[in-house]
């Protein structure tokens, strides 16, 4: 018959996404003739519990390259782009979180950029990412416990078991063929 106990452990106790898209604007030294390109670099982050919600502080780092003067010359803006965003996670049955938590966060799509317009001096672009979420704390698990021990396995003695063999190869009759004819 099965008992059960209680176990106290850590587990991922609350797991979530979400994901973003965002408008963002830079300004350029030069009037544009064309965005030639837009790349999001340097991607970092951080979570942390506030109150009954978890928040993620991070930054990514924009480069937006464009032709001006007429497409004849180059140059690239360099901007640091820094957020903070907030996510409603929904925490499991039988999750405390008074004590000890850790916030894990992983980047599910890292931040790229969806579309780039440049009107006279200033450029705006379109960034999207995912962010995931899992919070880890103690829970409480309820497992079977089996009071019976299992039986014990039958190891053979090496000694014992080469007689056995022995014996065996005695008794194999190799002409077995000769004798049905």
């Known amino acids: 018959m099965a008992s059960y106990k209680e176990i106290v452990t850590k587990a991922i106790v609350g797991k979530g996404k979400k994901y973003f898209k965002?408008?963002?604007?830079?300004?350029?030294?030069?009037?544009?003739?064309?965005?030639?390109?837009?790349?999001?670099?340097?991607?970092?982050?951080?979570?942390?519990?506030?109150?009954?919600k978890?928040?993620?502080?991070?930054?990514?780092?924009?480069?937006?390259?464009?032709?001006y003067d007429g497409d004849s010359k180059t140059t690239?803006?360099?901007?640091?782009?820094?957020?903070?965003?907030?996510?409603?996670v929904k925490i499991r049955d039988n999750a405390d979180l008074t004590g000890d938590t850790d916030i894990i966060v992983r980047s599910?799509?890292?931040?790229?950029?969806?579309?780039?317009?440049?009107?006279?001096?200033?450029?705006s672009f379109d960034i999207e990412k995912e962010l995931g979420v899992e919070i880890v704390g103690e829970t409480k698990m309820?497992?079977?416990?089996?009071?019976?021990?299992?039986?014990?396995?039958?190891i053979v003695d090496d000694e014992?078991?080469?007689?056995?063999?022995?014996e065996i190869d005695k008794e194999v009759n190799e002409n077995y063929l000769d004798k049905r004819s």
């Open 22 to 52: 965002n408008s963002y604007t830079a300004e350029a030294e030069n009037e544009p003739t064309t965005v030639l390109g837009c790349w999001v670099i340097n991607h970092k982050f951080k979570g942390y519990k506030s109150g009954d």
């Open 54 to 67: 978890i928040g993620v502080d991070g930054s990514f780092d924009i480069n937006i390259w464009y032709s």
């Open 76 to 88: 690239v803006i360099n901007k640091k782009i820094e957020y903070n965003d907030l996510f409603n």
């Open 108 to 123: 599910l799509k890292q931040p790229s950029c969806l579309s780039v317009k440049a009107d006279g001096n200033i450029i």
């Open 142 to 154: 309820k497992i079977a416990v089996e009071d019976d021990e299992e039986p014990w396995d039958e």
């Open 160 to 166: 014992k078991l080469e007689n056995t063999m022995n």
